[in-house]
């Protein structure tokens, strides 16, 4: 599959997915509350957008041994929002589903101008050496803004009055689930068993980096005194990130982007590995 090509179907794929995302969304509820900062909203934005981008910088320029442009990929992990899984796994756990929704919302949101500023401000600052990434501000903040804020609400508005039924919204979901699974297809479309070694040395850094961030936001939610329902959403939000946002900026980015397509899938085994874990845990987080 020629660049372009995949380009032009993650572009439709991202689309069609942010819009049955807003679809499975309430209009109403995000209409009426999204401005509405609660505490457990307040310590959630907190995590996502401070939190989580000082631990992945403390731990990519002073911990961990990675080449620049693994570490410019980690960083753009770190600075997008979270949607689709995190928000399964919220259900899957008995979490605040709204919540879920309401913060993905609202980071995104916040992503279309921090996301862009601050990679371009890493990359100058601090991966510059042997990298070939290309940081174009005002590419990157459109593609987010039609690919997957548009759609997204374009999605809730559409089911505005709650009047697609239930049967419709199930064949969304489903459609969710085929694009994660055409995501998992394409990654494994470009593993090299030659770069097998490579690919099993990324495992326990990434795994170190979702430890933190569980244990960090797992303490600054028992700080704060956050109810547990809302306690286990924040936990899972905080290292669960949107793939689609990660792989149009990573396309943004990189001019060989299967390199880092199999690193997608590793986070995306891993992230769903310790949700799961989180699943079996989820006593412990009451």
Do not use: H
């Not at 259900?91 to 101008?113: D, H, P």
């Not at 969304?172 to 998992?184: A, D, P, R, S």
């Not at 090299?192 to 961030?213: C, G, H, Q, V």
């Amino acid at each position: 599959m020629e660049i372009s090509t995949l380009q032009i179907v993650v572009f439709i794929g991202t689309f069609l997915l942010m819009v049955s995302v807003g679809i499975a969304a309430s209009y109403k509820d995000l209409v009426d509350n999204i401005f509405i900062i609660d505490r457990a909203l307040a310590v959630s934005m907190i995590l996502q957008l401070l939190i989580v981008p000082i631990v992945f910088f403390i731990f990519l320029n002073f911990i961990f041994d990675l080449e620049s442009n693994i570490k410019i990929f980690l960083m753009i992990l770190a600075l997008s929002p979270g949607a689709v899984i995190s928000t399964a796994f919220v259900s899957l756990c008995k979490g605040n589903v709204f919540l879920s929704i309401k913060m993905s919302a609202i980071v995104t949101l916040i992503s279309i101008f921090s996301l862009p500023w601050i990679l371009s401000v890493y990359v100058s600052q601090f991966a510059i050496n042997n990298s070939d990434a290309s940081i174009n501000i005002n590419l990157i903040t459109i593609q987010i803004l039609v690919l997957v804020i548009l759609p997204f609400f374009l999605g809730s508005f559409i089911n505005r009055n709650n009047f697609i039924q239930n049967n419709f919204l199930r064949s969304v979901k489903y459609f969710t689930k085929g694009c994660l699974v055409f995501v998992i297809i394409l990654g494994l479309n470009y593993f090299n068993l030659k770069d097998l070694a490579i690919y099993l040395s990324i495992i326990p850094y990434m795994l170190l980096l979702i430890f933190f961030l569980v244990i960090s936001a797992y303490i600054i939610c028992r700080l704060s005194s956050v109810e547990s329902k809302d306690k286990i959403t924040i936990v899972l939000e905080t290292f669960m990130q949107n793939l689609a946002v990660v792989l149009i900026v990573v396309m943004t980015v990189f001019s060989e982007v299967e390199k880092f397509l199999p690193y997608m899938i590793i986070w995306l085994f891993l992230q769903n590995l310790v949700g799961y874990i989180i699943y079996f845990m989820r006593k412990q987080f009451s």
